[in-house]
């Protein structure tokens, strides 16, 4: 059985789209992905996703006829551990869509 993860993160200094980080082990297959970079703070932003689509992007070099395993779920969080900064967020109607 192998763990796939997919990370977003809104980075004020990264590349928008830039791999920051990728596992690979028999077990884990994670990357980590800066959806955003720079912008506006104090301005609420929406974002949509095909997760299907994202998975064969970055797990199955982009081939349309991959085979997708089922969704587990989604985690959510705010963190400013690698900045030492203080972080603030608020998150809202989220939708998920099959």
């Known amino acids: 059985m192998r763990v796939y993860t997919l990370k977003y993160s809104w980075s004020t200094v990264g590349k928008k ?11 884990v297959a994670r990357e980590k992905i800066h ?9 609420w932003q929406s974002e949509e ?3 299907r689509a994202e998975f ?3 797990f ?10 089922d969704f587990m779920g989604v ?8 900045t030492n900064t203080e972080i603030v967020a ?4 989220f939708v998920l869509l099959r």
């Open 60 to 69: 199955e070099d982009g081939d349309p006829t991959a085979d997708v395993p």
């Open 35 to 43: 959806l955003e970079s720079g912008g506006q703070v104090n301005v």
């Open 49 to 51: 996703l095909d997760l």
């Open 90 to 93: 608020d998150y809202a109607d």
């Open 17 to 27: 789209g830039a791999i920051c980080s990728r596992k690979r082990t028999p077990f």
């Open 75 to 82: 985690g959510i969080m705010t963190d400013g551990d690698q």
């Open 56 to 58: 064969r992007k970055h």
